[in-house]
């Protein structure tokens, strides 16, 4: 089938118009055998196009007309699922010609199949030269620096397209699946924390330079379950967050066929195919085809950051921006941001990559994914006996591109790094035509895999120094600042890894690594992580990224105090200076930050005061890590849009909710036992 494939396919690359692709296809013994069978399809002859012709001719051709054209042709509704089904078959085949369509897919669906078990040759991997952005050491200050100074340059990209149905996500009255986008986390759906964590580098940005900029973000959404329309909606009711619609650029993944582990094409139901989005590495195609390039350059931005959207911690301290800084200092085209990985993890590896090309080597940075391994022969051993650490970093899919590199390079490789995965059950009819249970999968492309073909070439095997001079690059950072995902939802008595339970106790780790070692403020310990399911968290804490998010500004605006056991200190704003505040209990402090699409003035000035209420009901069926948190009692300052907020030497006894009205400044002040307030015109 595969030879035959391919010959069919050599000539159809010969081809210049459909007419002679359906010449072709006619010299096929299959495409006059089926007509022959099946006379009545020429029914419909004039309610088709000859776009449509060949469509059914590549079904044909590839072995799965019988199946997905199976349906009484003369019962009244065949002809509406009839041009359903050729609307669906066309947008695949365009999406997939570079790759020769519908055949093409099926062609490179079937050779990965049978290579599936196969060792590939004639390449090697070896352990990557990272470089490394543990530490604020002064090399890595400056690229902190670099990526700051140069912000103005870079574009947001967000993978927001997939499925996520290991989250179980479900709209409870419609039932309607949620994509992950839309999951709750801290309060704020992961989108959100996503557009705040670039708002808040912008925020450090206007802080650093007195200019005010605002990052291009393009989405790449998905067809699958209305996850456009639902991102589209989520957007308008937030009010684009505060930011220009225009500012946003979406592309729209399509969705692919599912085909078996047989080779065949699953069906939904009759003349329906079933199928998922197309995998992340559509995105270079899909910001080719849909213009995102060119909304870009109207930017004017040259360079990208890639996150995925389920990775909430990316952004934590230092860690983007000495990416990025190192992407730009060293006019790196490619990079990925890489750290720890345990030994057996489901997680893929970052990887130096050699190609023997007659007398050259070639080499470049690459990604691997876990399922691959054996197929790449590559051991998933520990660093050493003593560890449970991998050998090879973990590939944390926070991408860095420089634009015209990518622009140039997926002419060549439209479609990087193909696989399959054999993981959804779909039902299909067996040889004695019973309906039964099978695996399938589609053909998935990897985003990060561009980097496949960027390449460097030398005369002789690479020496150690020369690792760092490639166009792509690898940074390694801290794992608890670099990756925690939500992928799956939590089953009691199970590990809380990727997580949505898990990634927040990674977060509160990170606030008690900041306010302890960095604020020095007090902290109760943090619980063990089976104490934390069963009891939840020792303290509840969230910081706003934009008070920092370097754990050294934060430091700046948080100093000293004490947060006692099963207390709380929620800041959800940009500008607060707390010295010495001891809460026993509950302080949430909000403010209007961003309006308009201007940053807006405000600050909170706590100065040796002391809070004291009932806080938090932990006796409460609470979701902590969606901040869906039932109080007995708290202090709740919230400022409006330019508002200040001023106490010092204060013991809040009560709980309270204090509103500071719009351009004003208000003081508290204690007389006797009594808080007293005044408020100002700014």
Same mark, same amino acid.
């Given at each position: 089938?595969?030879?035959?494939?391919?010959?069919i396919l050599?000539?159809?690359?010969?081809?210049k118009?459909?007419?002679?692709?359906n010449e072709?296809?006619?010299?096929?013994?299959?495409v006059?055998?089926?007509?022959?069978?099946?006379p %009545?399809?020429?029914m419909? #002859? $004039?309610e088709?196009?000859?776009?449509? =012709? *060949?469509?059914?001719?590549?079904l +044909?051709?590839?072995?799965?007309?019988e199946?997905v054209?199976?349906?009484?042709?003369?019962?009244?509704d065949?002809?509406?699922k009839f041009?359903?089904l050729?609307?669906?078959l066309k947008?695949i085949?365009d999406?997939?010609i570079?790759?020769?369509?519908?055949i093409?897919?099926h062609?490179?669906f079937l %050779?990965?199949?049978?290579? #599936? $078990?196969k060792?590939?040759?004639?390449? =090697? *991997?070896f352990y990557p030269?990272? +470089?490394?952005i543990?530490n604020?050491?002064?090399?890595?200050?400056s690229l902190?620096?670099i990526?700051?100074e140069?912000?103005?340059?870079?574009?947001?990209i967000?993978p927001?397209?997939?499925a996520?149905?290991r989250?179980?996500?479900?709209n409870?009255?419609?039932?309607i699946?949620i994509?992950?986008? %839309?999951?709750?986390?801290?309060g704020k759906?992961?989108l959100?924390n996503a557009?705040?964590?670039?708002?808040?580098?912008?925020?450090?940005?206007?802080q650093t330079?007195?200019k005010q900029?605002?990052?291009p973000?393009?989405l790449m959404?998905?067809?699958?379950?209305?996850n456009?329309?639902?991102i589209?909606k989520?957007?308008?009711?937030?009010?684009?967050?505060?930011?220009d619609?225009n500012n946003?650029?979406?592309?729209?993944q399509?969705?692919s066929?599912?085909?078996?582990?047989d080779g065949?094409w699953?069906?939904k139901s009759?003349l329906?195919l079933a199928?998922?989005p197309?995998g992340?590495?559509v995105l270079?195609?899909l910001m080719?085809?849909?213009?995102?390039?060119?909304f870009?350059k109207?930017?004017n931005r040259?360079?990208a950051?890639?996150?995925?959207?389920?990775?909430?911690?990316?952004?934590?301290d230092?860690?983007?921006l000495?990416f990025?800084?190192?992407?730009?200092?060293?006019?790196?085209?490619?990079?990925?941001?890489s750290?720890?990985r345990k030994v057996?993890?489901?997680?893929g590896?970052n990887?130096?990559?050699?190609i023997?090309?007659?007398s050259k080597f070639?080499?470049?940075y690459?990604?691997?994914?876990?399922t691959?391994?054996?197929?790449y022969?590559?051991?998933?051993?520990?660093i050493?006996?003593?560890?449970?650490?991998s050998?090879?970093p973990s590939?944390?899919n926070?991408?860095?591109?420089d634009l015209l590199e990518?622009?140039?390079?997926?002419?060549?490789?439209?479609f990087?790094?193909l696989i399959i995965n054999l993981?959804?059950?779909v039902?299909a009819?067996?040889?004695?035509?019973?309906?039964v249970?099978?695996?399938a999968?589609?053909?998935?492309?990897?985003?990060?895999?561009?980097?496949?073909?960027?390449?460097?070439?030398?005369d002789?095997?690479?020496?150690?120094?020369e690792?760092?001079?490639?166009?792509?690059?690898?940074?390694y950072?801290k794992?608890?600042k670099t990756?925690?995902?939500?992928?799956k939802?939590?089953?009691f008595?199970?590990d809380?890894?990727?997580t949505?339970?898990?990634?927040?106790?990674?977060v509160?780790?990170?606030y008690y690594?900041v306010?302890?070692?960095f604020?020095?403020?007090?902290?109760?310990?943090?619980p063990s992580?089976e104490?934390?399911?069963?009891?939840g968290?020792?303290?509840i804490?969230?910081?706003?990224?934009?008070i920092?998010?370097l754990?050294?500004?934060?430091?700046?605006?948080i100093i000293?105090g004490?947060?006692?056991?099963q207390?709380?200190?929620?800041?959800?704003?940009?500008?607060v200076n707390?010295?010495n505040v001891?809460?026993?209990?509950s302080?949430?402090?909000?403010?209007i930050?961003?309006?308009?699409k201007?940053?807006?003035?405000?600050?909170?000035?706590l100065?040796n005061?002391?809070?004291?209420?009932?806080?938090?009901?932990?006796?409460?069926d609470?979701?902590?890590?969606q901040?869906n948190i039932k109080?007995?009692g708290f202090?709740k300052?919230?400022?409006?849009?330019n508002?200040?907020?001023y106490a010092k030497?204060i013991?809040?006894?009560?709980?309270?909710?204090?509103i500071?009205?719009?351009?004003?400044?208000m003081?508290?002040?204690?007389?006797n036992?009594?808080v007293?307030?005044k408020?100002e015109?700014?």
């Open positions: 089938m595969l030879i035959k494939l391919e010959k050599s000539k159809l690359n010969q081809a118009t459909v007419l002679n692709k072709i296809l006619n010299e096929e013994k299959k006059i055998h089926f007509f022959h069978l099946h %009545k399809i020429t419909y #002859k $004039d088709i196009s000859i776009e449509d =012709e *060949y469509l059914i001719k590549s +044909i051709v590839i072995d799965q007309a199946s054209l199976s349906y009484d042709m003369e019962n009244k065949f002809l509406i041009k359903q050729l609307s669906n947008k085949n999406f997939y570079e790759i020769g369509g519908i093409g897919y062609y490179h %050779k990965l199949l049978d290579e #599936k $078990d060792k590939i040759k004639n390449i =090697e *991997y030269k990272a +470089i490394n543990e604020l050491d002064f090399d890595v200050e902190v620096d990526g700051l140069n912000l103005s340059k870079i574009a947001l967000l927001i397209g997939g996520a149905e989250l179980g996500l479900v409870p009255k419609t039932k699946p994509p992950m986008a %839309k999951l709750n986390f801290l759906t992961l959100e557009i705040e964590d670039i708002k808040s580098l912008e925020y450090l940005y206007y330079f007195k900029i605002v990052t973000i393009v959404t998905s067809e699958y379950n209305n456009h329309e639902q589209v989520l957007l308008e009711e937030k009010n684009w967050f505060e930011r619609k946003y650029f979406f592309i729209k399509i969705c066929p599912l085909i078996t582990k065949n699953a069906l009759p329906t199928l998922k197309s992340h590495g270079w195609q080719k085809k849909q213009k995102a390039f060119e870009l109207s930017q040259t360079k950051l890639i996150r995925q959207i389920n990775n909430p911690i990316a952004n934590t230092f860690t983007l000495a990025l800084g190192t992407g730009i200092k060293f006019d790196k085209k490619f990079g990925f941001a750290c720890a057996k993890s489901a997680e590896i990887i130096l990559k050699e023997k090309q007659g070639v080499y470049n690459s990604n691997i994914e876990y691959e391994f054996k197929k022969n590559i051991k998933d051993v520990p050493n006996d003593n560890s449970d650490i050998k090879y590939n944390t926070i991408l860095f591109a990518i622009e140039k390079t997926i002419i060549k490789n439209p990087p790094g993981k959804t059950k039902y009819k067996d040889k004695d035509n019973k309906i249970q099978v695996n999968g589609r053909l998935e492309s990897m985003m990060q895999n561009i980097s496949d073909s960027i390449t460097d070439q030398f002789e095997k690479i020496k150690d120094e690792k760092l001079q490639l166009k792509t690059f690898i940074t950072s794992r608890n990756i925690s995902a939500t992928k939802s939590y089953k008595g199970s809380i890894i990727e949505p339970e898990g990634c927040y106790f990674d509160l780790s990170n690594d306010l302890t070692n604020s020095k403020m007090s902290l109760p310990d943090m992580k104490n934390y399911i069963l009891q968290p020792s303290f804490t969230y910081l706003n990224p934009s920092g998010p754990y050294k500004d934060i430091a700046k605006k000293g004490r947060l006692q056991k207390s709380e200190l929620f800041l959800d704003l940009s500008n707390l010295e001891d809460i026993n209990g302080l949430i402090i909000k403010a930050t961003y309006k308009n201007k940053f807006l003035n405000h600050n909170c000035h100065s005061v002391k809070i004291n209420n009932e806080g938090i009901d932990y006796s409460s609470n979701i902590f890590y901040n109080h007995k202090l300052i919230i400022l409006n849009e508002s200040t907020f030497n013991i809040f006894n009560e709980s309270k909710e204090i500071v009205p719009a351009n004003c400044k003081y508290a002040f204690q007389d036992n009594k007293l307030y408020t015109n700014k």
